[in-house]
């Protein structure tokens, strides 16, 4: 079992009108001038929007606004944010969305809290990250776990380059997480946040770690909660209990509790960053693309935590004389999983069309960083490695 630090602070108001708590919040935690950060669609159609703004109004809490974030957010925004806080003295970030609204919050933190830097340094490792203003979020999308983490991935338009930073001055102050507010999510969408979830779950779990058998249960049932709860949600959007499950899951799968004491992997992330940085694919779906591939190229590192994931996970009858053909059943169910969810598992399936040669170099060149990093846990990968899992995903 590996030595670790546990550390979670933020504070989650969970349930029906937990919004109405987003003033007094602010307040508690130094905010005096917030930035309201958003994407622009369901946070303003569904009214949540002008909800957070007038209670910050009526509770005395001055803000300003910024919308137009995007999936796979990106840095030009950042840049527009952080000048925008710059000149109205925002001291507080208030994401009001789902994870790229608050990835995109995270990244203006740190701009504005370090005037001196470019933010981009952070993501590239030129800049060492001491401090970033406090940032908060009312969730409305399930799946990233950014509300709870101290991560965020941005992509730089220029070069199509998606990268992930973190640290523990990101951790969020506060989550509001209202159940309700995810009712109306498109089922698409519903079942790309179960699958990212999922898989910040797989980068803990498929290790070389089999000691630390709280944390590998508890990851166990989390997914088990997971895979009955989409499935209801999806015939019934309406569904509070369930939505309130899957909403749970999503800030448990990242905030750290299920990698304690084990080595994380996060290779598959990686290579899917480069999918959807070159595609402009939704992230979930992009994971479920190459999860299978990578699953089937890594399992042999640690063969019986894919037998165990099969049987534990999957519902798939142990065949003590067949490892081998028990893991892969293992993955094969969870491709019936994902195409039963309406996700896909192969490149061709993510993209509608046959990737070609050179859109696989292109990623593995960025991916490795021309073979200068190596991402993994289970299985480090190297250029050569890369480039077989995104041949085996082509479909």
């Known amino acids: 079992m590996k030595d670790f630090v546990y550390y979670a602070p933020t504070e989650v108001a969970f349930g029906r009108e937990s919004e109405e708590q987003v003033?007094?919040?602010?307040?508690?935690?130094?905010?005096?001038k917030v930035l309201v950060h958003y994407g622009g669609k369901s946070a303003v159609k569904s009214g949540l929007l002008d909800k957070i703004c007038g209670l910050l109004k009526s509770g005395g809490v001055d803000y300003v606004?910024?919308?137009?974030?995007?999936?796979?957010?990106r840095l030009s925004l950042v840049h527009e944010g952080i000048r925008l806080c710059q000149q109205e003295g925002v001291d507080f970030l208030l994401a009001v969305g789902g994870g790229s609204v608050i990835?995109?919050?995270?990244?203006?933190?740190?701009?504005?809290?370090?005037?001196?830097?470019?933010v981009w340094d952070y993501y590239i490792g030129k800049a060492q990250l001491t401090k970033a203003l406090p940032v908060a979020s009312v969730l409305t999308i399930p799946a990233a776990g950014s509300e709870m983490s101290g991560n965020t991935v941005i992509t730089n338009e220029d070069g199509d380059f998606k990268l992930g930073f973190g640290g523990p001055a990101l951790r969020p102050k506060f989550a509001i997480m209202n159940p309700e507010r995810t009712m109306t999510l498109p089922p698409y969408q519903t079942a790309a946040g179960v699958t990212d979830m999922m898989l910040h779950i797989f980068e803990r779990y498929f290790t070389k770690d089999d000691d630390m058998e709280l944390t590998t249960a508890l990851a166990e049932a989390t997914l088990r909660t997971i895979k009955t709860a989409v499935f209801d949600v999806l015939k019934n959007p309406n569904d509070y209990r369930q939505r309130a499950q899957i909403m749970w899951a999503g800030s448990v799968a990242h905030w750290g509790l299920l990698g304690m004491g084990v080595e994380e992997d996060w290779a598959t992330h990686q290579l899917e960053h480069e999918l959807s940085a070159m595609f402009d694919v939704t992230h979930g779906a992009g994971l479920a693309a190459v999860w299978p591939s990578w699953a089937r190229y890594c399992m042999h590192e640690n063969l019986r935590r894919f037998v165990r994931f099969a049987v534990n996970v999957m519902d798939v009858p142990n065949d003590f004389t067949d490892p081998e053909g028990t893991a892969l059943k293992g993955i094969e169910a969870m491709e019936r999983f994902y195409h039963a969810i309406g996700m896909p598992i192969n490149i061709k399936e993510l993209i509608g069309r046959d990737i070609t040669d050179a859109e696989i170099k292109e990623m593995v060149r960025k991916c490795s960083r021309d073979d200068t990093r190596h991402p993994g846990g289970l299985k480090v990968l190297y250029a050569k490695d890369m480039e077989a899992i995104y041949n085996m995903a082509r479909g």
């Open 23 to 32: 003033a007094a919040l602010v307040k508690k935690y130094g905010g005096t």
């Open 65 to 73: 606004t910024l919308g137009g974030v995007v999936p796979n957010p």
């Open 103 to 118: 990835d995109s919050s995270k990244a203006i933190a740190m701009g504005v809290a370090n005037p001196d830097v470019e």
